[in-house]
């Protein structure tokens, strides 16, 4: 099949961590079944600098003509921009993966956590104002958003591990996270075979550093949501490896959790694992929106890759390593997707120690070159 792709390159960081998403893209381009048509567009601090404005319309009207849409990180213009996006085209389901990778330090072996964040609401629509000395900010929580991010939580846990764990703070926000958790408590009542429980959200985040295994879906709002999912990617090894994707009824989103580190931009030291995993991400999305076996093999291979990468050291500074984001990018993934498509199913990892990679082709029509 053939997708179009909007790219939003952004800040800081970001145009590195595109280019290393890009070519994993044009790698597999063709590969496979598969074709990306690439349309790389303006929004950001950046845009604002030399266009007066962060997201224009002409790049709004670019993203409606894409099938997804891929963006790094932006500066101080993320409201004006990933907010705008989300609420623009509904995108109301934002997935937070925490998974711990082999060689990588995490409080424990083997997690795998799901945060299912509600996107569109909350204190993220910006409905702040002044009154006087004070200044106030309006929470909205609605039995439409609430329901229906708990059904997608509940359709989740159904492909897992079968547990939903609702996260408020209904004690004390008594009507807005009240709405909130008792639509979730409803949705509960038709899914009998998921193991149903509720945390306040304080609770929530004390567990997450206690036992994170406990944990399989977590579904909450948007604010809890955005705070718990950077615990959750710390606990596991840091922002690094957090990708995310924000799913509407009929188009997607994929970014990288972290943001634009400034900092470190342009030093070539930044980690592009978060960037390809939202790749892999969105290959996923494509698996379940258009039934494209293709797709799913593809993320199949970008996921190995990226944790035989790991597993033979190939990391960036704050993950302990030495490696430089081109060499992430070229060395460790690129190259090891070149042999994959080149020999059909063989994944030799890049020490002569490690254990090989196959991959069951058998019922694609792969292709080489």
């Known amino acids: 099949m053939k997708y179009k792709l909007s790219v939003i390159p952004g800040d800081g960081i970001g145009p590195e961590i595109t280019k290393c998403g890009i070519q994993i893209i044009e790698c597999i381009n063709n590969k496979l079944n598969i074709e990306f048509e690439i ?7 950046k845009a604002l600098k030399e266009e007066g404005i962060a997201l224009s319309e002409q790049t709004i009207r670019d993203i409606k003509n894409t099938d997804a849409c891929i963006k790094a990180p932006v500066g101080e213009t993320a409201m004006d921009v990933i ?135 977590i579904v909450t709002t948007n604010m809890f949501g955005d705070i718990l999912s950077d615990e959750a990617a710390q606990v596991v090894g840091g922002l690094g490896l957090a990708p995310s994707a924000n799913i509407g009824e009929k188009f997607a989103l994929f970014e990288p959790v972290h943001g634009a580190a400034p900092d470190i931009a342009g030093k070539n030291i930044a980690n592009p694992i978060a960037m390809i995993l939202s790749i892999k991400m969105m290959m996923d999305w494509f698996y379940d929106y258009k039934n494209d076996n293709e797709c799913k093999i593809a993320s199949e291979i ?11 050291n190939v990391k960036t500074i704050e993950l302990g390593g030495n490696s430089s984001t081109e060499k992430i990018g070229h060395i460790a993934i690129i190259y090891p997707l070149g042999i994959i498509f080149n020999k059909g199913i063989v994944f030799p990892s890049m020490s002569s120690n490690s254990k090989w990679f196959r991959i069951n082709t058998n019922t694609t029509n792969s292709r080489g070159t």
Do not use: W
């Not at 349309?39 to 601090?45: F, S, T």
């Open 39 to 45: 349309n790389k567009i303006k929004a950001g601090d």
């Open 83 to 217: 907010v705008k996006i989300r609420q623009l085209f509904d995108l109301y389901a934002n997935l937070r993966p925490a998974k711990s990778f082999p060689t990588v330090k995490s409080l424990q072996d083997d997690i795998d956590i799901l945060i299912v964040r509600e996107n569109t609401e909350d204190l993220y629509k910006g409905q702040e104002f002044k009154i006087d000395d004070k200044v106030i900010a309006l929470r909205t929580i609605s039995e439409k958003a609430s329901t229906r991010i708990a059904e997608y939580a509940f359709n989740c846990a159904k492909n897992r591990r079968k547990k939903v764990t609702s996260v408020h703070k209904a004690n004390v926000l008594k009507i807005t996270d009240g709405l909130f958790a008792n639509c979730v408590k409803n949705v509960s009542k038709h899914y009998k075979n998921i193991d149903y429980s509720e945390l306040y959200v304080d609770a929530c985040a004390m567990n997450l550093i206690r036992n994170p295994k406990e944990f399989d879906v």
């Open 302 to 312: 970008i996921h190995k890759a990226v944790v035989s990468s790991l597993e033979n």
